[in-house]
């Protein structure tokens, strides 16, 4: 039998994609942006994210020179933003350090913010042919079905022996190719919910098919019960109907991004603002759910319309006046899109 690398080739070279758009004009620039966008997201949301991120900051030096509230703006609706500030940071590194090239090794990128293991390799490998070894999720996917190998692979043993095994199958030719194949295997065929075994080269020998096993493979994450937060968020409008946000800090949850006033009573805030005493209605909002990785947070949102004659900015540094019509490029949290979308 011919080895998994050559029947999975055979099958790239007939049904791979070669169209996406990181994968016209390469350079390793578009490459590593596309590999961060598609961490935790797919092709298919982060196909327009990317052609616009890429018309806004064509090249790395445009890129490292942006204000990070424009990087966090074109990256608003695409989530965990902790992506685009390391894209950010990462840009400035390599302007400043190595002169506006990327380092094409695996050690060097990896010592890059935001690049981990798999997707150092995957920038060698798409972009050197040079052997490296990648484990996304999508390869995981394939590797554990195939192989039947259970268990979460979250798990420090049950990831060890993915990467021994990916390790092993990875050819010594067609590096490039043999990346994108395997991701293109599972996220076209070897999909999370509805497999599509029927057209995969592996049904004889994978264990997931020959046992009907598709569905428990890869293992769940343990369950574990999420804390629950709460919070109160309160939407100030003025009479030009703008809203107030402020930015968070630059790390910790939303970091760098901005959102309406939370955490504070609204006396509190209102006396800080100098905006006391100026409240002409105040309505309490359906409460909705924002769940992160670690918990669940319960938000209230309390709309506050302010008296009219509050257009003017106010005087405290980290906060503006926004609305969606006025085109400010700012990062927004999500439930300031959610809030939004309710009030307009
Ligand atoms: S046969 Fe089905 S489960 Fe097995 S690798 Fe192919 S698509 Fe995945």
Not at 71 to 91: C, D, E, F, P
Request: hydrophobic share 40%; proline share 6%.
């Amino acid at each position: 039998m011919t080895s998994f690398a050559d029947r999975l080739l055979d099958w790239f070279d007939q049904h791979g994609r070669k169209h996406l758009p990181w994968q016209q004009d390469m350079s390793v620039y578009r490459v590593w942006i596309s590999e961060i966008m598609l961490q935790q997201t797919q092709v298919n949301t982060v196909i327009p994210y990317f052609e616009n991120f890429l018309r806004t900051f064509p090249t790395l030096v445009s890129l490292a020179e942006a204000d990070q509230d424009v990087v966090l703006h074109h990256w608003t609706g695409l989530g965990y933003y902790a992506r685009a500030r390391n894209l950010h940071k990462t840009a400035r590194v390599v302007v400043e350090q190595y002169n506006g090239e990327f380092p094409l090794t695996a050690t060097e990128l990896e010592a890059l913010p935001g690049i981990g293991r798999s997707t150092a390799a995957a920038i060698v490998a798409i972009c050197t042919n040079q052997r490296a070894t990648i484990l996304d999720g999508n390869v995981k996917r394939v590797l554990a079905r195939h192989f039947g190998i259970f268990g979460w692979p979250g798990d420090t043993s049950v990831a060890k022996t993915m990467w021994q095994q990916a390790e092993a199958l990875t050819p010594e030719t067609r590096v490039a190719d043999y990346t994108q194949a395997i991701m293109d295997l599972g996220a076209t065929l070897c999909t999370r919910s509805s497999p599509r075994c029927e057209a995969c080269p592996f049904t004889p020998e994978c264990v997931a098919f020959n046992t009907n096993q598709q569905a428990a493979l890869p293992g769940r994450k343990p369950k574990k019960d999420m804390p629950v937060r709460t919070t109160t968020m309160f939407i100030l409008e003025n009479d030009a109907g703008e809203y107030l946000l402020q930015q968070r800090p630059p790390s910790g949850i939303w970091g760098g991004l901005w959102g309406f006033p939370q955490d504070e009573p609204l006396e509190e805030l209102l006396t800080r603002l100098q905006l006391r005493g100026l409240i002409s209605q105040q309505e309490e909002l359906a409460s909705f759910r924002n769940t992160f990785t670690h918990f669940h947070l319960d938000i209230t949102p309390v709309h506050v319309r302010l008296s009219p004659g509050i257009g003017e900015p106010v005087p405290v540094n980290g906060t503006c006046w926004y609305s969606s019509r006025s085109k400010t490029e700012i990062g927004l949290t999500r439930p300031v899109t959610r809030i939004l979308g309710m009030l307009e």
